[in-house]
């Protein structure tokens, strides 16, 4: 159980256009989810928290405006990457989070398989 | 500041032995979650701790947090080939004040390479 799936996994795109990422929970509802950006050979570094019917909430540093995050439903929080730039190749990635229900305020925390953007 | 420092930051073994990755947080953590990841790949869940003392184990790999909720480390006893990737230590910190997001944020992670 608490799988996610996140498309598409690689994509590359011309500089100043828009891509569109998905992460879709499967088997559970996902009221929140979060979007990473994983830099070669660095860790995670959290972008946003992605909360389904209102807006995002964004790290320090990160351009909402460039970063656009949506979660219309309980199972799709999806990242567009508007006018996108070749500084923004990268690799992101997508978690949702899951309540264990083995004690209050408890969560475990499922990845997608990553989404590796390339911008020409 | 880097809020959770994971060491080494690599690691090379010889098959066959011991190692042992550590996380240490400057804050109290409210949990602290294990993953193992291939290079451009998802991350794969390994181990989550949420009490101070707490140690668990799964085949060959043991996590323990300490009594104080700031530091957990990563033993792998026996390594194999199978065991080479990239650990990541995941952190729920303890969040003061209305907010409350559950976020969890990572370690710098530690590449391990294991020789046949």
């Known amino acids: 159980g608490a799988v996610v799936s996140q498309h598409p996994s690689r994509v590359i795109c011309k500089s100043g256009t828009s891509v569109k990422i998905e992460c879709r929970s499967l088997d559970f509802q996902a009221t929140t989810m979060f979007w990473y950006r994983q830099f070669p050979k660095k860790s995670l570094m959290l972008m946003a928290t992605s909360n389904e019917g209102s807006k995002a909430t964004y790290e320090q540093g990160v351009e909402k405006d460039k970063f656009l995050i949506n979660h219309a439903s309980l199972t799709l929080s999806t990242l567009t990457v508007t006018s996108a730039h070749p500084e923004d190749s990268s690799f992101y990635i997508c978690?949702?989070?899951?309540?264990?229900?083995?004690?209050?305020?408890?969560?475990?925390?499922?990845f997608g398989s990553g989404t590796r953007l390339t911008v020409v | 500041s880097q809020e959770l420092e994971q060491s080494p930051q690599s690691l090379i073994v010889q098959e066959g032995k011991n190692l042992t990755i550590n996380c240490t947080s400057s804050k109290t953590l409210y949990g602290l979650y294990w993953y193992k990841q291939k290079y451009g790949e998802g991350l794969i869940f390994l181990m989550m701790?949420?009490?101070?003392?707490e140690e668990k184990s799964h085949e060959k790999i043991t996590a323990k947090l300490d009594e104080k909720k700031q530091q957990s480390s990563l033993h792998i006893t026996a390594s194999q080939p199978s065991h080479a990737g990239i650990y990541l230590c995941?952190?729920?910190?303890?969040?003061?004040?209305?907010?409350?997001?559950?976020?969890?944020?990572f370690g710098q992670g530690t590449t391990l390479q294991v020789k046949p």
């Open positions: 701790l949420q009490k101070g003392g």
């Open positions: 978690s949702a989070r899951y309540a264990l229900g083995n004690r209050v305020d408890s969560y475990g925390y499922t």
């Open positions: 995941g952190a729920r910190l303890i969040e003061l004040g209305s907010s409350n997001t559950g976020k969890l944020i």
